[in-house]
């Protein structure tokens, strides 16, 4: 098939549809444009053939056919009924459950108890903190100050000077 062919199948499908007057002028004076009309239309024929082959088929066969779709239907129809009548009874014996679960003595909530507050007021953690700056060596390094104090036999490290004044917040 050449290009020039190619150029011709929307012609060939707008004659074999039957829309188109100026296509059908066409394929009447291109011959690779009849011999593709030709096969799609060959084509066309077999496929009916096909289906009616198919299609004929003993009477004995048709009419097992419709017994096989009654039957289902039946069947459809018995499923139907029954989901009608069991839905209902499984809805109201759900409520029912939850009518007598919720009626039943159950635990009730107890208020807990927060936990109690703590004990060091605002008060003490001041006072706490005044103590804490009044010493001249941390607490974290109190060890080692013992430990120079013993080695260089001086006066404590820890000592408070006694021209500062004393402030307190203690009661």
Not at 11 to 31: N, P
Request: proline share 7%.
């Amino acid at each position: 098939m050449n290009s020039n062919e190619n150029a011709h199948d929307p012609l060939v499908e707008q004659a074999l549809v039957g829309f188109d007057l100026a296509a059908e002028h066409h394929i009447a004076h291109c011959e690779p444009c009849q011999a593709e009309r030709e096969r799609v239309e060959a084509a066309l024929r077999q496929f009916g053939a096909a289906n009616r082959e198919y299609a004929n088929r003993p009477a004995s066969f048709w009419e097992q056919q419709a017994e096989s779709i009654r039957a289902a239907q039946q069947a459809s129809v018995r499923r139907s009924h029954a989901m009608v009548a069991l839905v209902p009874s499984v809805v109201v014996l759900l409520l029912l459950g939850f009518a007598a679960l919720g009626r039943a003595p159950g635990v009730r909530p107890v208020a807990v108890a927060p936990p109690p507050a703590q004990t060091d007021s605002d008060h003490e953690l001041l006072v706490g903190v005044e103590r804490a700056m009044g010493r001249r060596t941390p607490l974290a390094l109190e060890p080692a100050t013992l430990m120079v104090e013993e080695s260089s036999g001086n006066e404590p490290l820890n000592s408070t000077d006694e021209s500062k004044e004393r402030r307190s917040h203690e009661n």
